[in-house]
């Protein structure tokens, strides 16, 4: 049952709910999850369908604008994404002023924040026009930014994007071609990293994503909104757990290492956590872990990959998968357990997974940014329960 909070503030209460495990703090029509029955729907539609039959730019559209897109909404759409792919050339600057060693995600974050000294054009959030550009642009220069912080890091010359190329194939070409040489993408390939972008689009409340509403509900620009949520998505119990995947495996080693480690994360004294196993919502599967274990066995399959870190992977997956403590506790493998494992198929290096993880869920973080601002809303600003010290009086330094 739903509870109103206003009247038990009426009725001098409030509610103490650490990690907000049962509180709502706003409405929403862009994602519904069942985490009981495995269900996601964005707009209604099931993520599965999305992801067999959708490409990435029309589920973006679907998110922002709660419709499917006809032919010509969908065109012009993908046109006005292409138009908005590069950024500005001084933020080449900006980047050079990295260390070369910097993590891709402390440059997502500082370079997405900066964009905001660079349109001023479209800083109006009242203004649903100013919205919308600034939505398209947050879309359109990501994967631009995300494969900058990648080619500075090793030394490589910046691509520029080419539009002629679809979404997920022109962030390949930036990432992996030089201008020495540009070579075109197995349809498997680009399928999979399009579906990857999908599979992380948006996750209703998701923590990033509330950062977002909280850092727009000051209004703030969007531009510094959505550096926040990159922040936030850093963590390793968040986005940064697809990156702390492929930690672990080097951790753990070989197989005759796994049961050690299982226990290790059976252990209520030890930190250790099996990464990619568990989710707050989702209590029976991971309705996105399916499709990616799908897309994983494919893309394995497509690229004759030959990886024992993978073959480990897939141990350690049975091995959980078969454990009392496990299953008891309704752990299963999460998405990140399975993208981390095609994006390391797919060559992309473990530092950026996160960052890809960013650039996906953009369209989810602005869409929420968007649906917030275009309603009647609150400064959100949660209570807390205080345990400090009583009123006490201040003691001279001497005294202390
Ligand atoms: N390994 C071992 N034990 C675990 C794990 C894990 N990965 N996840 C949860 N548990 C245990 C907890 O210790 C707890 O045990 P207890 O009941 O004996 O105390 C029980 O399972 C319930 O877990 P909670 O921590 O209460 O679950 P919560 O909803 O707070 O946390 C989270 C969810 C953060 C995802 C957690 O499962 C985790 O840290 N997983 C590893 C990191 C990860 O993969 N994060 C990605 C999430 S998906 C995403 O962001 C796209």
């Given at each position: 049952d739903v509870v109103d909070v206003r009247n038990l503030i009426a009725s001098g209460y409030f509610t103490y709910d650490p990690g907000f495990m049962s509180t709502a703090a706003c409405e929403s029509k862009i994602t519904y999850i069942d985490g009981d029955k495995g269900i996601l729907l964005h707009r209604g539609y099931p993520i599965e369908q999305l992801a067999a039959k959708s490409d990435y730019l029309e589920t973006c559209y679907l998110l922002l604008h709660g419709e499917l897109p006809n032919p010509e909404q969908k065109k012009e759409f993908v046109d006005t994404i292409s138009k908005h792919t590069m950024v500005n050339e001084q933020l080449k600057s900006f980047l050079n002023g990295?260390?070369?060693?910097?993590?891709p995600m402390a440059i997502m974050c500082g370079i997405v924040g900066a964009l905001s000294a660079f349109y001023h054009?479209?800083?109006?959030?009242?203004n649903p026009k100013h919205r919308e550009i600034s939505a398209h642009r947050l879309i359109a220069k990501m994967p631009t930014i995300a494969a900058m912080a990648y080619k500075y890091s090793i030394g490589q010359p910046i691509m520029y994007p080419r539009n002629d190329l679809c979404y997920s194939e022109n962030f390949l070409h930036m990432m992996f071609n030089t201008p020495a040489g540009e070579k075109r993408f197995s349809p498997a390939l680009i399928r999979a990293m399009d579906r990857i972008f999908i599979l992380h689009a948006d996750h209703e409340q998701n923590a990033s994503t509330s950062t977002v509403r909280l850092a727009g509900s000051t209004g703030a620009n969007p531009f510094a909104c959505i550096a926040s949520g990159i922040a936030a998505l850093w963590g390793p119990a968040h986005g940064g757990a697809n990156e702390a995947v492929l930690t672990m495996l080097d951790e753990i080693g070989?197989?005759?290492n796994i049961e050690k480690f299982i226990a290790k994360a059976k252990d209520?004294?030890?930190?250790?956590k099996l990464m990619g196993f568990g989710h707050r919502v989702y209590k029976n599967f991971d309705p996105r872990a399916q499709v990616m274990k799908q897309t994983c066995d494919e893309v394995l399959a497509e690229l004759g990959v030959n990886d024992p870190k993978l073959d480990l992977a897939m141990k350690l997956e049975e091995y959980a998968l078969n454990d009392p403590y496990f299953k008891e506790r309704n752990l299963y493998p999460n998405v990140d357990f399975y993208s981390g494992i095609i994006l390391k198929a797919i060559g992309?290096?473990?530092?950026m997974f996160t960052v890809i993880f960013a650039m996906s869920r953009t369209v989810g973080w602005i869409s929420h940014w968007t649906e917030m601002l275009s309603s009647p809303y609150k400064i959100s600003r949660p209570r807390q329960l205080y345990t400090g010290y009583e009123q006490r009086d201040y003691e001279p330094l001497d005294k202390r």
């Open positions: 990295f260390r070369r060693d910097a993590h054009d479209s800083l109006d959030n009242n070989d197989a005759s209520k004294n030890d930190p250790f992309i290096p473990t530092s």
